[in-house]
Structures are given as C-alpha cells and as structure tokens.
C-alpha cells in the first residue's frame, strides 16, 4: 500500500514562501502522477496542481498560477510544492495525491482522479 507523508507546513508572513514536501514509502513514484489539494475551514477540498509520471507535465490552479510550482525529485521519491509569494487566501490543509498510471496520463485537478492520499499539513498564512 502506498503511503504519502506531506512536510514542511507551518506559519509565514504574506509575501513569503514555503516548501511543501511529499514523500512515498513502500513504492517507487516514477510511474505515479501527484497531485496536490488544499481546503481551507468550510470550503470544499479544491485542486492546486499536478504532475504527471514519466514527462512530468504541469497543471496548475487559476488561483496559484505564476506562484505555486510542483517539481518533483524521483531520485528522493519526493514531490514539492513551492509556494511563493503566499497570500492569506493560501490558508489550507494541503494534501498530496497519488494516482498508479506509468502511461503519462494527466489526472488534472479532480480528487475522483486520485486513489491515495496523504494525512494532509496546515499552512497558514497571517502577520
């Protein structure tokens, strides 16, 4: 069973960046696409961007566009999440996402898309 462990939440300023980090254990995510997923107090789970296995294609959020990005280190087993130039609105549990498809399919931004999931970690955003 695969098993997705986010890191790297915690308190910054607005204007500031942080580092999410997901790493698998008891699988290789080569032939993964991730995706990560945020939902901040009574919103819905929402999509912020994904990445595909073999080409790693990106998809990105209207909303995170030009701030997020979703590099991906298969030699460490990890994806990120860079998020720079953070804003209040930014305030979430983020999760990240797995979905088994070798073939470079990308899942987009759909939670149905994704069959495992992480525990999730709180970013928050605030002066």
């Known amino acids: 069973q695969l098993q997705l462990v986010e890191s790297g939440g915690g308190l910054v300023q607005p204007g500031g960046s942080l580092r999410l980090s997901c790493a698998a254990s008891?699988?290789?995510?080569?032939?993964?696409?991730i995706g990560w997923f945020r939902q901040a107090p009574g919103k819905e789970r929402e999509g912020v961007s994904c990445?595909?296995?073999?080409?790693?294609?990106?998809v990105y959020a209207e909303s995170v566009q030009g701030r997020f990005t979703i590099p991906r280190d298969n030699a460490k087993n990890t994806v990120y999440l860079q998020m720079n130039s953070l804003k209040p609105e930014d305030t979430a549990v983020y999760y990240c996402?797995?979905?088994?498809?070798?073939?470079?399919?990308?899942?987009?931004?759909?939670?149905?898309?994704?069959?495992?999931w992480g525990q999730g970690i709180q970013v928050t955003v605030s002066s």
């Open positions: 996402a797995a979905k088994f498809d070798p073939s470079n399919y990308v899942p987009g931004l759909f939670r149905y898309e994704y069959d495992y």
């Open positions: 008891g699988y290789i995510l080569d032939d993964y696409a």
């Open positions: 990445i595909s296995s073999r080409d790693h294609i990106t």
